[in-house]
């Protein structure tokens, strides 16, 4: 079955850098897209990026263009976010998901677990 696993979250501070990982298994990562999704203390889940299966990348989050990015890597089934300048409104539990599709759309099925990111100094 799909099972997607983040790691990589943790206590950084403002302007710092994290690299979140997604390891997918249960499918075949290079024909799906996957997207990650944050949720912050108080407020409703927000899209933040998503790679297509042909590596196209589409922003959910203004917020964010300019300091993160988005890579895959279908040889290790992982998905990665890169974030960088990173500031105290980042804070939040980060999500990554997928649907059967290959294209970056709004929906998806199947998510993980969470890792948390707290950018405070």
């Known amino acids: 079955q799909v099972q997607l696993v983040e790691s990589g979250g943790g206590l950084v501070q403002p302007g710092g850098s994290l690299r979140l990982s997604c390891a997918t298994s249960?499918?075949?990562?290079?024909?799906?897209?996957i997207a990650w999704f944050r949720q912050a203390p108080g407020k409703e889940r927000e899209g933040v990026l998503c790679i297509s299966d042909g590596d196209s990348i589409t922003y959910y989050a203004d917020s964010v263009k300019g300091r993160f990015t988005i890579s895959r890597d279908n040889a290790k089934n992982t998905v990665y976010l890169q974030m960088n300048s990173l500031k105290p409104e980042d804070t939040a539990v980060y999500y990554c998901?997928?649907?059967?599709?290959?294209?970056?759309?709004?929906?998806?099925?199947?998510w993980g677990q969470g890792t948390q990111v707290t950018v405070s100094s």
């Open positions: 249960g499918f075949t990562l290079a024909y799906y897209a």
């Open positions: 998901a997928m649907d059967y599709h290959s294209v970056c759309t709004p929906d998806y099925s199947y």
